[in-house]
């Protein structure tokens, strides 16, 4: 055990000077940038928004015992917090996989320097867990062990059932690591964090078997024995190991982007194909979409929210006795239109990189919007169809899907490109979507405005003068009125974009 110690304080005593060194690398790197001053003026709100939401959490762990006293409805708080407290790790492992970031930009930084690549993997790692999102668990807990757990079960009840809590949170961080570095936000990992998903909350709400009384027991365990936590610790020692083989084992730049040269070959909408120019580009915009981080990124929230209808649909709090709830309308908006107002309010900091291109060509801009709009009303038409089960909750519900989906064809199409033509910024398509800010302006928030005002705008006088099923016929009318005058509306986005091309050219020349 002594040799074992003293290997380990040597170890330390080594890799702490160059932990220190590094971040005086990144420090120094950070101000000598040229956009230093925007750098730090996002990085102080996001620091703002973090500590916020922090506070948020603590708020609600201050709580949390009045808020189960509320919901347990007779129940014993600890029993019920145990049964309940998988969802809150589904729940993590969720936020983890959308926000949790690699340190796989680091390492490409630091791989050409004469240094072992086995301690700079060793401190990118550590350095990744002084993380936020490591202090939500101890956050949110620990007032409610204080006062319930430690009351109960005493100091050591509290410590087993704490560390057993926050033993699962850290294993899900060196987890998130290797899961999100191995499959690389892939389809295969996409449709994982579907399963897990779909398993959990699905079979709850389904009633075939309930995932929080099967593991409630393991949580009860703990704050009687310390058997639990050692096995989580054990565990969690297991994750980081495997996550720094992994990270030893490819710490090589081109296995770094290896994955990137062949995941999109051979993966395109054939339909595009059949118009010309404008359809080839279109295929080649899919292509990037799955290339890099970010798009693929909004792609795959694009899919999770498919599911959005779940919580309005099936909540009684959102059904009338007769006719439609008003609020279907912005959800079937939502959900056919979600790529489409997610991808296309960023219409050409997409291109940003590449928009020389397009303006040195001859009708390359007007390919170039004929190929978004191939895009977004292709991927459309895909939510629409995604969206058809839905059917499950009436054929009220399909009809304001089929009303919605040709109004955002029709209408909100060219509302949103025409709007996001407003002085569009550019942005780095290799970075996540997660926090990243890039491309965002004013644009995209006046973009709500027509999203939550045009299709009612439509809809609500014929319902309310009428009825409902009315408002759904005069959205989807004007929606199909669009449609016959695509080649017009159409026309005023790419005239548009050439009265302000050099204006965006110029601007998108600018160091991010």
């Known amino acids: 055990m002594a040799i074992i110690l003293k290997f380990t304080f040597q170890n330390l005593n080594l890799m702490l000077p160059m932990f220190f060194t590094l971040i005086r690398?990144?420090?120094?790197?950070?101000?000598?940038?040229?956009?230093?001053?925007?750098?730090?003026?996002a990085t102080g709100f996001l620091v703002f928004i973090a500590?916020?939401?922090?506070?948020?959490?603590?708020?609600?762990?201050?709580?949390?015992?009045?808020?189960?006293?509320?919901?347990?409805?007779?129940?014993?708080?600890i029993a019920f917090l145990n049964s309940v407290l998988i969802y809150f790790f589904l729940g993590e492992f969720m936020y983890r996989y959308f926000i949790q970031k690699l340190p796989v930009v680091d390492l490409e930084s630091l791989l050409h320097l004469p240094i072992g690549k086995k301690k700079i993997v060793s401190i990118?790692?550590?350095?990744?867990?002084?993380?936020?999102?490591?202090?939500?668990?101890?956050?949110?807990?620990?007032?409610?062990g204080v006062e319930a757990?430690?009351?109960?079960?005493?100091?050591?009840?509290?410590?087993?059932?704490?560390?057993?809590?926050?033993?699962?949170?850290?294993?899900?961080?060196?987890?998130?690591?290797?899961?999100?570095?191995?499959?690389?936000?892939?389809?295969?990992?996409?449709?994982?964090v579907f399963v897990v998903v779909l398993l959990s909350g699905g079979s709850t709400y389904l009633g075939w078997f309930n995932v929080g009384a099967l593991v409630a027991p393991f949580f009860t365990?703990?704050?009687?024995?310390?058997?639990?936590?050692?096995?989580?610790?054990?565990?969690?020692?297991?994750?980081?190991?495997?996550?720094?083989?992994?990270?030893?084992s490819h710490a090589y730049l081109e296995e770094l982007g290896e994955e990137e040269s062949y995941r999109v070959s051979g993966q395109s909408f054939g339909l595009f194909s059949r118009f010309g120019v404008a359809g080839e580009l279109a295929n080649l915009e899919w292509k990037l979409i799955l290339r890099h981080k970010k798009s693929r990124t909004y792609l795959m929230l694009s899919a999770f929210f498919l599911l959005y209808g779940l919580i309005f649909y099936t909540n009684p709090a959102y059904q009338t006795e007769s006719g439609i709830s008003p609020i279907y309308i912005f959800v079937g908006v939502f959900i056919?239109?979600?790529?489409?107002?997610?991808?296309?309010?960023?219409?050409?900091?997409?291109?940003s990189s590449n928009f020389d291109f397009f303006l040195m060509q001859k009708g390359g801009l007007e390919a170039l919007v004929r190929a978004k709009y191939l895009l977004f009303l292709g991927v459309s038409g895909v939510c629409f169809l995604a969206s058809v089960p839905y059917v499950y909750f009436g054929w009220d519900i399909l009809l304001v899907h089929v009303a919605t989906f040709l109004f955002n064809c029709g209408v909100l199409v060219h509302v949103i490109l025409y709007v996001a033509l407003w002085k569009p910024k550019p942005m780095d398509l290799n970075k996540g979507a997660m926090f990243n800010y890039e491309g965002v302006g004013a644009a995209q928030f006046l973009i709500i405005i027509p999203l939550m005002a045009g299709p009612y705008l439509v809809y609500l006088p014929f319902s309310y003068l009428i009825n409902d099923y009315a408002g759904l016929l005069a959205l989807g009318v004007t929606g199909l009125a669009g449609i016959l005058a695509f080649g017009p509306l159409s026309r005023l986005v790419t005239q548009r974009l050439l009265a302000n091309r050099f204006e965006i050219s110029s601007s998108f020349r600018q160091e991010l």
Not at 168 to 188: A, T
Not at 337 to 350: A, N, V
């Open 336 to 351: 056919t239109g979600i790529f489409m107002i997610q991808y296309g309010q960023l219409f050409l900091s997409w291109n």
């Open 149 to 192: 757990v430690q009351e109960e079960y005493g100091v050591l009840g509290l410590l087993s059932w704490l560390g057993t809590l926050l033993g699962i949170s850290w294993s899900l961080h060196w987890f998130m690591l290797w899961f999100k570095q191995r499959f690389e936000d892939s389809l295969l990992g996409l449709g994982l």
């Open 221 to 248: 365990a703990a704050t009687q024995s310390m058997l639990p936590v050692v096995g989580v610790l054990g565990l969690l020692l297991a994750l980081f190991v495997i996550c720094y083989r992994y990270y030893v």
């Open 51 to 77: 500590l916020l939401l922090l506070s948020y959490v603590f708020l609600a762990g201050l709580f949390l015992g009045r808020i189960i006293d509320m919901l347990a409805e007779g129940k014993e708080p």
């Open 25 to 41: 690398l990144q420090y120094l790197k950070s101000i000598r940038s040229t956009s230093f001053a925007k750098s730090a003026l």
């Open 124 to 144: 990118l790692l550590l350095r990744s867990f002084l993380s936020p999102l490591n202090v939500i668990a101890l956050l949110l807990f620990l007032p409610f």
